[in-house]
């Protein structure tokens, strides 16, 4: 006797197993692919969204800049590898001009202090000495790890909600949408970056990305600056002066004071 075949509903069976091994798959390609291709739009949606809401809140130009009492200098790296970093050189040549021009009086630097050896807020500090301004007139915030937590220290840590912030326009544009978001009258100098030699298409990538991550942290996660604690206020800059005159008499009374009498006074 031959081999019976196998029946109709049997071989239709196999059909329709056999199908769905290569139906499963697809549509779950597809579906990844439209999930993939949703994502990217909301992406570049919200990066042109932030553009969009602080397009009025920048200067690009020094001499358009009215009086601000306090600007923000968001810390970056002095060097990279052995090469000094553009991005930092524009933002400190820019507060020094500004403060040169009488236009800041004081000012906030806020960056990372990761350890000892790498500390943003300090080096920017030593720079603006260099350049002749008081040490009076400029505080540090060595908790500025990132572009959120330097904007929301600013006003629940220093006490200050009107400012300007230094920066390139990428990152002012980021720094401005937080700012927004928390009811701080915020502007931002957006200072040039690097030079055509340098390509600047990862860092826009890595800014599209960032963007992404700063809504989320907003209006999703609710996330918060990483160090909170007591306010340390901006003095006035009466404040200031008074406290620097007060430093400069007592040093001068101390020099006053006779060999013997000056050895004897002992620091706190």
């Not at 196999?14 to 990844?32: L, N």
């Not at 906030?108 to 350049?131: C, F, I, Q, V």
């Not at 927004?180 to 600047?200: E, F, K, Q, T, W």
């Not at 008499?249 to 004071?257: G, I, K, N, R, Y």
């Amino acid at each position: 006797m031959g081999t019976k075949k196998p029946s109709y509903i049997v071989q239709s069976l196999i059909y329709q197993m056999k199908q769905c091994s290569f139906v499963w798959p697809v549509k779950i390609i597809k579906g990844a692919m439209i999930a993939l291709a949703i994502c990217l739009f909301c992406v570049g949606l919200i990066d042109r969204w932030v553009t969009y809401q602080t397009q009025d809140q920048l200067y690009f130009d020094v001499d358009e800049i009215p009086h601000f009492d306090v600007a923000v200098v968001l810390g970056t790296s002095k060097y990279l590898g052995r090469t000094l970093n553009d991005y930092y050189i524009h933002r400190i040549n820019a507060a020094i001009e500004l403060y040169q021009q009488g236009k800041i009086n004081r000012f906030l630097l806020s960056g990372d202090n990761a350890h000892r050896s790498y500390n943003e807020p300090w080096t920017m500090k030593r720079d603006l000495l260099r350049a002749d301004i008081p040490d009076s007139r400029i505080f540090l915030d060595y908790a500025g790890f990132r572009t959120l937590d330097s904007v929301v220290r600013a006003k629940a840590i220093f006490d200050t909600d009107d400012f300007l912030i230094i920066s390139q326009k990428f990152h002012c544009e980021r720094a401005l949408y937080i700012a927004n978001y928390y009811n701080i009258n915020a502007r931002c100098l957006a200072v040039p970056g690097p030079g055509p030699d340098h390509s600047s298409l990862p860092v826009r990538l890595r800014e599209v990305f960032a963007r992404t991550k700063a809504f989320l942290d907003l209006y999703i996660i609710n996330t918060q600056p990483r160090f909170l604690g007591p306010k340390e206020p901006i003095p006035s800059l009466e404040e200031a002066e008074s406290e620097a005159a007060s430093m400069t008499d007592m040093s001068l009374e101390e020099a006053d004071l006779p060999p013997s009498a000056a050895s004897a006074v002992k620091p706190f």
